[in-house]
């Protein structure tokens, strides 16, 4: 059993792609270790629960062994156990909205033609 940084843990347990993104979540207080917002150099034990809180949903994993080195995604098991909530998960699976709003022509900014004729029709006037 090791003690090891929580950034680099959370590298090697493939919550975060890379080192940096875990270091940058640790300090901006997206991390924590048993409710309490974690630095990048706290170090984690067995037993520890860790809150990590990416976009819109809040993982939770217990420590069962330090590591320091990345493993792959079939060894992480043996280092961490995922205790996150099932209603946490249903929110990656959520529907997303669309954004696009429909508008009626000739609402808004004039396309390429209609700015063709209006210039046409200032060709036309006499001031």
Not at 86 to 112: H, I, M, S, W, Y
């Amino acid at each position: 059993m090791m003690d090891v940084r929580i950034d680099k843990y959370l590298w090697a347990i493939r919550v975060f792609k890379t080192r940096t993104e875990a270091t940058e979540a640790c300090s901006g207080g997206k991390v924590k270790i048993g409710g309490v917002n974690a630095k990048p150099s706290k170090d984690v034990r067995p037993g520890d629960i860790i809150s990590v809180r990416k976009g819109a949903v809040n993982y939770t994993f217990r420590v069962i062994d330090g590591l320091d080195k990345r493993v792959g995604a079939k060894l992480v098991p043996d280092y961490a156990e995922n205790l996150t909530p099932e209603e946490e998960l249903q929110k990656l699976r959520a529907p997303v909205e669309t954004f696009f709003v429909t508008r009626d022509r000739g609402a808004g900014r004039p396309t390429k033609k209609d700015r063709r004729d209006i210039e046409q029709l200032w060709d036309t006037l006499d001031f």
